[in-house]
């Protein structure tokens, strides 16, 4: 998804999420292609709704940190623009997350906003 985003170095880890309540009609999806090195983070999201114009991708940059509560190990804040109407719209998520990946986050977009959504690996 990501190969013409500008990532991390090469040393990066790397991780593709799904964010989202797959199999609920409408419900916004976020697919991330995330590199991490140290507390970095960045690489490419695409958002993807049932609706017209409900497909954005672009670049997304943020942080990692630990977040020292059990079960989720992970705090990822990301945030980036993309053209949507003749103007930049911005995007910001956050999500915890374990070791395999597993968690749930918050995203918000234009006029939407999701909260507590699944977060997994893509497939």
Not at 99 to 108: M, N, P, R, S
Request: with cysteine; proline share 6%.
């Amino acid at each position: 998804m990501a190969d013409d985003i500008e990532m991390c170095g090469a040393d990066a880890s790397t991780a593709q999420l799904v964010v989202g309540r797959l199999g609920m009609p409408g419900a916004p999806i976020v697919k991330l292609d995330l590199r991490f090195a140290a507390d970095r983070v960045n690489g490419a999201a695409e958002i993807n709704q049932a609706v017209i114009g409900g497909r954005h991708r672009f670049e997304v940059s943020g942080e990692v940190a630990p977040t020292g509560d059990a079960p989720f190990g992970l705090r990822i804040a990301l945030q980036g623009e993309f053209p949507h109407a003749g103007q930049s719209a911005r995007f910001g998520a956050v999500l915890t997350v374990d070791q395999a990946w597993v968690g749930e986050g918050q995203f918000e977009y234009l006029q939407t906003k999701v909260s507590k959504a699944p977060v997994k690996p893509e497939a």
